[in-house]
């Protein structure tokens, strides 16, 4: 009975046991992130919602069902979660069209970007996208590496690609759009593409880019507000400033939990894509050291075990999630620190955001199933596929 797994295709002694550390890694950001949304949120709670831990409680909701996903993804065979995908990639572009259905979907400041969710007030889809492409790509490469040269077509993943970034992009959610598109580049790459394969796309895709900028004012007001910082502090920037100020007056050791909060309180939504300011204030230079420290780590853990994973579709997907989770905190903190235009990118663990939690929480899962997946080790290199890694 002991190497009995209702999930696994093969038993348990096969696999190497889950990697502890990764999951411990897991557990530390999303305690940390709870800990900074309440510091940030507490104040708009209470004066909005009657309560100091409203934002709290609803993350823990949203951690609940992440778990969840965590869990089923973690065990789930990798067999298993391939035949899957299709109905997780139609589900997440049905949960996208939804958004412009009358009654179900919600509009934000001119953008359809949510449906109404019972327990969870709104869900938005195109973090549902960021996971079902990482693992359609995934899929997809797998099958053409195991096909001969003359038969293998990358055109499905092409498609899929375009698919997934025109339906994020019709919510006029350009940022999600461009990251998803991203982070599809970046496995196109992984999955051994050649780089002259990527001329002709940047060169079609920087046109492309600067006419979605155009077309809708409020980017080109972001742009302008970015690159005209002093002129426009109390009107495109007013949050980014307040951001700046909130995290120089951390200092070195930071404000402290209970004292500090004087400035990032007063930043429009910072329990949402501003919260990392609400740390960087309270524990100072120190605190967001600690911090990147356990952000690099957590990502070399995570590439760690995609190139040392024996399963050619686990290694991509979880490369994937890799690269999704760095890029997506790497962006959100250059944002927060005026090092880049506001975008609208959550933190993953911190920001308030059941949909991103949930996400984070699945992907993580899948890295904790591949970390089991035993290894093809040779002369000192991983080999995946036809990628030496």
Known sequence: MHNFNFFAEKSVSSYKKSDTGF???VMILWGIGLVTLYLCSAAKGESGFGSSFYFVKRQLVSSLAGLVFFLL???????????????????SIILCLLTFVPGIGVSRNGARRWIRMPYFSTFQPSEAIKFASVLYLANIFDKQEKLPAEEKNIAGAILGLVVFTLVIFAQSDFSTCFFVFFIGLLMFFAAGAK????LPVA????PVVCLMIFLEPYRMNRIIGFLAKDSHQQT???QMSNSIKAISNGGIFGQGFGSGMTKAVHVPEVQSDYVFAGWAEATGLFGVIIYLALLFYFIYKIFKISTSCGD???ALASFGFGASIAFQSMLNIA??????PSTGIPLPFFSSGGSSMMCTLAMCGFIVNASRC????????????????
């Open 203 to 206: 060169g079609l895709g920087l």
């Open 236 to 238: 495109y920037n007013f």
């Open 195 to 198: 780089l002259k394969w990527f």
């Open 335 to 340: 944002v927060v620190g005026g090092v880049l």
């Open 73 to 91: 993804f973690s065990v789930m065979g990798m067999e298993k979660i391939r035949k899957i995908i299709p109905f997780i990639v139609i589900a």
């Open 23 to 25: 999951i411990l890694l």
């Open 374 to 389: 035993s290894a093809e080790y040779e002369n000192g290199i991983y080999s995946v596929g036809d990628i030496n890694l």
């Open 312 to 314: 050619y579709f686990a």
